[in-house]
């Protein structure tokens, strides 16, 4: 029989690890670059199994799972939707992604590393050890999809092997020198995710806490210049009740734009995340990881994708 201390420590896990599954999922959804985006729901689906590995590893040593919702990883996610919706460009789209992810996951390690200076069973410290390994490899992954030390890893999805091929050899063409090329099969290699990603109620619940914390302190500002300009004339309660009338005005009008805000950002998110994915997994074959020094990563993602939009309108059109 485990201890106290070891099942609550598992029970903390598992909602860490179901809290990036969701992140995952929903960084995923607020991508355009297709490989890029089946890439992340694919770490979604792995961190889908070690939320289901850590369940029977409480159940087997006795306990029960205390599932709950996190207010600060509905928060979190939302948060990604919203930033990512107002920003432009898709790569600096991808930017902010990313490095929301990576604040989760310095959590998600940081609870694993906890974890394993505890007195844990043989069975349980190689289970809790092979997710912290696997897991340090995404995050490392990712770090280098963002840029380390004058390096980058550029993502693209092909149809087909011969595109692939045709992406290497102008590379080479232009002179291009790439340090390593990964290529993963999406029948082979992939764990596809079924669940959703972005949910309205996460965007509009962001969107409503972040409006109304903006809306407070402007009300809350505007409040105490009408206070100012009433004292000379009028008693100190009066005063009083004009700014907390003007602060609250501001909470609930901030909070009403951005609850509509986030709803809005969260239907067109789904939408296009549905149709984008749906679109790569029927036609995409192959993912290729490619890393390039800077300024070398500019031109290898932008022939990377050249021949991944020529090849893929050259077969629609073929098709039609």
Do not use: C
């Not at 420590?9 to 179901?18: A, C, K, P, Q, T």
């Not at 070690?50 to 600060?72: F, H, P, T, W």
């Not at 002179?175 to 109620?201: A, C, P, Q, R, W």
């Not at 309660?237 to 907390?244: K, M, S």
């Amino acid at each position: 029989m485990a201890t106290d201390r070891v099942l609550r420590s598992l029970n903390f896990l598992h909602r860490i690890v179901e809290a990036g599954e969701k992140g995952y999922a929903v960084s995923a959804s607020n991508v355009n670059n297709q490989g890029l985006k089946i890439l992340l729901k694919s770490y979604a689906q792995q961190r889908a199994r070690y939320k289901s590995e850590i369940q029977s590893e409480i159940q087997r040593l006795g306990g029960e799972v205390n599932a709950r919702n996190s207010i600060r990883g509905v928060l979190h996610r939302g948060r990604i939707d919203i930033f990512a919706a107002l920003t432009i460009g898709n790569k600096e789209r991808e930017g902010v992604v990313l490095k929301e992810i990576l604040i989760g996951e310095k959590i998600a390690l940081r609870t694993y590393q906890t974890i394993l200076k505890n007195d844990l069973s043989a069975e349980t410290r190689e289970m809790i050890k092979r997710q912290y390994d696997e897991a340090t490899k995404v995050v490392e992954q990712i770090q280098l999809m963002r840029g380390v030390k004058g390096r980058q890893q550029i993502i693209q999805l092909f149809d087909e092997e011969a595109d692939v091929e045709l992406a290497m050899q102008e590379l080479k063409n232009a002179e291009v020198e790439l340090e390593t090329v990964h290529k993963i099969s999406i029948d082979e290699s992939i764990e596809l995710y079924s669940d959703i990603g972005t949910t309205v109620f996460e965007t509009s619940f962001s969107g409503a806490v972040g409006g109304g914390l903006w809306g407070s302190l402007i009300g809350a500002i505007a409040g105490f210049s009408a206070g100012e300009a009433t004292a000379i004339v009028e008693g100190t309660g009066f005063v009083v009740d004009i700014w907390a009338l003007i602060a609250v005005a501001g909470l609930l009008a901030g909070a009403l734009i951005g609850g509509i805000l986030g709803y809005a950002i969260g239907i067109g998110i789904a939408e296009e995340d549905s149709y984008l994915y749906d679109q790569s997994v029927i036609h995409g074959k192959i993912i290729v990881l490619a890393t390039a020094k800077k300024p070398d990563t500019v031109v290898t993602s932008q022939i990377m994708t050249r021949v991944y939009s020529t090849q893929r309108m050259s077969a629609q059109a073929t098709a039609d």
